[in-house]
């Protein structure tokens, strides 16, 4: 078992940025004639087989086979561990568009799934969905260098052409082996909302690079530290409503303390008017604060 997590580890590792290939997922035209294409990321076939051959060189193979009712292909990728080999199976259907040789676009498309099974570019997977930053064009020639061309279907309603530039990998999901930053992030984190937006980082991390230490190690700076905001909250809450209490009670002396009762009841509809703000100032139900203050205007 340990030799297969090794493995893991190793077979899951980040890929640079040359590796990566994006694909659109959905495109269109916006109402107000701007394109848009949703794409997302995938390691090509030529980084997992060097991976491959990096980790277990002359220990893996592939395997290709229809599946049952042939509306695809299945890709078994097998790795010996020890003195056993062990094998992984996943498939892909034909595509509309797979171009002239559908069975080597399926069989691709079937290593790539495949190899997510080993771990391979399973990172990805915890990427957001993206948008492409795009432009109208006329032709494919018109695309700028580094950019992909999209056009509509011949069965879309809207016809576009675009060009369409890939996004940039977020700073988690490129190749790295320090944490220190993510981990320095957490424990600085000032309130619950930077928590959880550092947080969000560090476990994508922890988890693409399969780290049950680091994860521990982050789950229990986040789950302390979240405790002490909790606590640090509930004080500030307090002294909040203390302070408000004083505020509410010495202008309702004041006023009481005022024997015409004409400037007194002016006096305590000056304070009706001040609740609101002073609510929000301290943080309080403006609906519990007039239920008090009336119950100590109550017949004055």
């Not at 680091?214 to 229990?220: C, I, K, V």
Request: hydrophobic share 35%; with cysteine.
């Amino acid at each position: 078992m340990d030799d297969l997590k090794e493995l893991m580890q190793k077979l899951s590792a980040k890929f640079d940025p040359q590796d990566i290939e994006w694909r659109v997922q959905s495109a269109g035209m916006s109402n107000n004639g701007k394109p848009w294409a949703m794409v997302i990321p995938y390691v090509t076939n030529r980084a997992i087989m060097q991976r491959l051959d990096d980790v277990v060189p002359g220990a893996w193979r592939d395997e290709y086979k229809p599946t049952p009712c042939n509306t695809g292909y299945l890709c078994g990728i097998s790795i010996k561990i020890g003195d056993e080999w062990i094998t992984r199976w996943d498939g892909a259907q034909f595509e509309g568009n797979a171009g002239i040789d559908p069975v080597k676009s399926t069989c691709s498309n079937a290593q790539k799934r495949c190899g997510v099974k080993w771990g391979i570019g399973r990172y990805l997977y915890q990427l957001e969905e993206a948008f492409a930053n795009c432009v109208v064009v006329d032709s494919r020639s018109q695309t700028p260098a580094g950019w992909n061309f999209q056009q509509s279907s011949k069965q879309a309603k809207v016809n576009y052409k675009m060009a369409w530039q890939p996004p940039t990998l977020p700073d988690w999901a490129m190749p790295r082996e320090d944490s220190t930053q993510y981990l320095e992030a957490l424990k600085n984190s000032k309130s619950m909302d930077e928590l959880k937006h550092y947080w969000k980082q560090f476990y994508n991390l922890a988890k693409s690079t399969n780290d049950l230490k680091l994860m521990e190690q982050g789950e229990s700076i986040k789950n302390q530290l979240k405790l002490n905001l909790e606590q640090q909250a509930t004080e500030k809450a307090e002294q909040q409503a203390k302070e408000f209490n004083n505020w509410l009670e010495g202008r309702v002396s004041l006023a009481l303390d005022v024997e015409n009762k004409t400037a007194r009841e002016a006096f305590i509809k000056a304070i009706k008017q001040d609740l609101a703000e002073k609510c929000l100032q301290y943080k309080q139900n403006k609906q519990d604060a007039l239920t008090t203050l009336n119950n100590l205007t109550k017949g004055k």
